[in-house]
């Protein structure tokens, strides 16, 4: 097929938005659509490929696995090599024994399925720390291209039409079970091939569409696609329920780029720049590099790394992108090189792939090599310290999960403390957070009742449709309505709504859109002024809520939720005990590391006011607003830790160790409330 120079200047619009996201700049919010721009970059130039060789009769199943392994191997397999030693030097032992087990998924084409298992989604702040999280899409392209090849030939016996049409309706059975996934299993949808083929199968039907030339360019199609690609990036976020019929944004403006912007038009004048052509040229080079680089880098800080430093990563992948792409990559698609010819090649990846599948195993099945490191003797201080940072057990029977599909037998309390004579009864409702802070509670505990009901990723609000949540689609719904009747029929005296607050109301980052949206049901919609913006909406779900719990006679406590940190305080402290960062573990150089690396004040204010200010204006009567915060306050900072642990197992859940630090301010708070019944 002739070589179009807009298509390498698509691919660099493509690239570029996928790492400046990765980055964290915040104008990129929707920069990971580059990915399935992608997608249909290769469903259309291997299918157009193929379908040329299929009508001539010179296909080879065997040369299209070979030009795949040419194109994909070389380099992957040389970004995992020096991937290796950054691994051994800076991750704790947990982090390699995760890194070890990706590796190997990446050997077999499955990373894909590794993290949609794995806890969180592609947008969970962990994500950020796992350097071949970016590998999902080559793990996506080559699952579909172990069926499509095989596939378009025997349709193609059918003839030209019947492969088109049939083409066409299974793109449209992938985008259907796609808009399905965005709203019932999340992070399945993001990460699995069948609801991502419809994006490969998009840029294959482009290729049908062309086989027999050109389409008749058309200036004003080429620059709407140019549009829809660049509205994506910038106008979409986590919050976007995705790859869905959003998805067709970005897919439909690189397909009318692919059919459209033909050399002439103004938008492949644009793409044709030599920058954006060169870019493109080594883009593939370039997305393999720039995921591990910022992963390593986040790894090795002791707090986020600058937007600065970040960015200067970003300019030093697309060096070595141009790199490995001039010395790896290139010579290796050239058949006819000396020294690469098809056998010698085979085993050579056949011998890469298997060490690589040995030592991930390895690291995986030694949890992480803590031989490396000099492990902790046990009731040592450095033992203490990483015992800091256990989560709290509490409500783990009772525990739905984020990412769960199905209700099952979730319908129970859990009882958490339960003295003989209870003075009180207390039910915790809400998020992970409100299982977090459940040791905090056993102070109280002592002479009062306490229980809790809740799930992962679910805010405690009633009447409304909650979108964002990795639970499937309507199990949110269904946890709040049993929520309600627990406190309807269960004889408490206080509920409890706990939860990260922020989270519902403007995202991970200060400025940044929030992940979640809420649709009222008929019951709350006259009190929800849907003028008021996303924050606005959700404040008046949160009064609704709060109004009906209250009219069942019980007092309704809204807790803040505790600071949220810049930095990973579990990947600290196990830095500083295992990899000796920070000089040590002495009180003062652990105390420096803390503060060097909390949550400010005005950080805070900044991401949690709208919420607690939503909360405060609503206490009174029979509604208290309870805050912790002040127990973490040390000058003009959150610490999130002592000379003596981490008050976190995370960057914004409490540990136990944390939870025993606020227990007594904790009771402090609810005296007056439980005074008032």
């Known amino acids: 097929m002739k070589y179009r120079p807009e298509i390498d200047g698509l691919r660099a619009l493509a690239v570029t938005p996928v790492i400046l996201f990765h980055a964290g700049i915040g104008a990129f919010s929707g920069g990971f659509v580059g990915v399935d721009i992608f997608f249909v970059i290769s469903g259309y130039l291997i299918t157009s490929i193929l379908l040329t060789e299929v009508r001539r009769g010179e296909f080879s199943l065997l040369g299209f696995y070979e030009r795949r392994a040419r194109r994909i191997l070389p380099a992957l397999f040389f970004v995992l090599l020096c991937c290796l030693p950054f691994a051994w030097a800076w991750m704790v032992p947990d982090q390699l024994r995760h890194f070890g087990r990706s590796v190997v998924a990446v050997v077999f084409s499955v990373s894909n399925f590794l993290f949609w298992r794995e806890d969180g989604g592609y947008f969970a702040a962990a994500s950020e720390l796992k350097p071949l999280l970016h590998t999902w899409s080559l793990a996506v392209e080559e699952q579909y291209y172990l069926v499509a090849p095989l596939a378009f030939v025997l349709l193609w016996r059918q003839g030209r039409r019947v492969a088109f049409w049939a083409t066409a309706a299974l793109a449209l059975a992938s985008l259907m079970l796609a808009e399905w996934g965005s709203r019932f299993a999340p992070v399945a949808n993001f990460y699995l091939t069948p609801f991502r083929a419809w994006e490969l199968l998009a840029g294959a039907l482009c290729a049908f569409l062309m086989l027999d030339g050109p389409m008749r360019r058309s200036e004003p199609l080429g620059l709407a696609g140019l549009g829809l690609i660049l509205g994506a990036v910038f106008l979409f976020d986590g919050g976007t329920p995705f790859p869905g019929l959003y998805a067709l944004v970005p897919v439909g403006g690189a397909v009318l780029v692919i059919l459209f912007a033909q050399p002439g038009t103004a938008a492949a004048r644009l793409l ?42 970003a300019v030093a992948a697309v060096g070595l992108g141009a790199l490995s792409w001039r010395f790896v990559e290139r010579p290796f698609r050239r058949r006819a090189a000396p020294g690469v010819a098809r056998r010698r090649f085979a085993a050579a990846c056949a011998a890469c792939g298997v060490l690589f599948v040995a030592g991930g195993l390895y690291a995986s099945v030694s949890k992480g090599i803590p031989g490396r ?19 709290a057990p509490l409500a783990k029977p009772c525990w739905l999960g984020t990412g769960a599909t199905e209700i099952g037998d979730f319908n129970l309390l859990c009882p958490i403390f339960t003295p003989p004579e209870p003075a009180h009864r207390i039910l915790v409702i809400g998020d992970s957070h409100s299982a977090a802070i459940l040791p905090a509670f056993h102070l109280l505990g002592a002479r009062n009742a306490v229980s809790w009901l809740g799930a992962g990723d679910c805010p405690p609000v009633l009447d409304a449709e909650v979108r964002g949540s990795t639970l499937a689609r309507g199990l949110c719904e269904e946890v709040n309505r049993r929520e309600y009747e627990a406190v309807r029929d269960g004889g408490f005296d206080v509920v409890v709504l706990a939860a990260r607050w922020s989270h519902y109301f403007n995202g991970e980052r200060p400025g940044a859109r929030g992940r979640f949206s809420f649709i009222p049901a008929a019951a709350a919609a006259p009190s929800i002024h849907p003028s008021a913006g996303p924050d606005g909406v959700f404040a008046d779900l949160l009064a609704h809520t709060v109004q009906r719990y209250a009219g069942l006679g019980v007092a309704v406590v809204l807790l803040d939720q505790v600071p949220e940190q810049p930095a990973s305080p579990d990947k600290l402290m196990e830095q500083v005990v295992f990899l000796g960062a920070g000089e040590g573990v002495g009180g003062a150089e652990l105390l420096e590391t803390i503060a060097g690396s909390s949550q400010s004040l005005a950080a805070d204010a900044v991401l949690q006011g709208p919420a607690e200010r939503a909360m405060a204006r609503l206490a009174g009567g029979e509604v208290w607003y309870v805050s912790v915060d002040r127990g973490f306050r040390q000058g003009e900072l959150y610490l999130w830790g002592d000379a003596n642990g981490s008050f976190y197992f995370d960057r914004n859940h409490l540990s136990v160790y944390g939870t025993a630090f606020i227990a007594e301010e904790l009771t402090r708070a609810f005296q007056p409330v439980l005074d008032s019944r």
């Open 272 to 313: 044709s720049l030599p920058p954006l052509v060169g870019l493109g040229v080594i883009s593939y080079s370039t997305y393999l590099w720039h995921q591990p680089l910022f992963a390593f880098a986040r790894i090795r800080s002791l707090s986020a790394p600058s937007e600065g430093l970040l960015l200067l990563l």
């Open 373 to 391: 490191v000099p492990v902790p003797a046990p009731g040592s201080r450095e033992a203490g310290l990483l015992a800091s940072l256990a989560d």
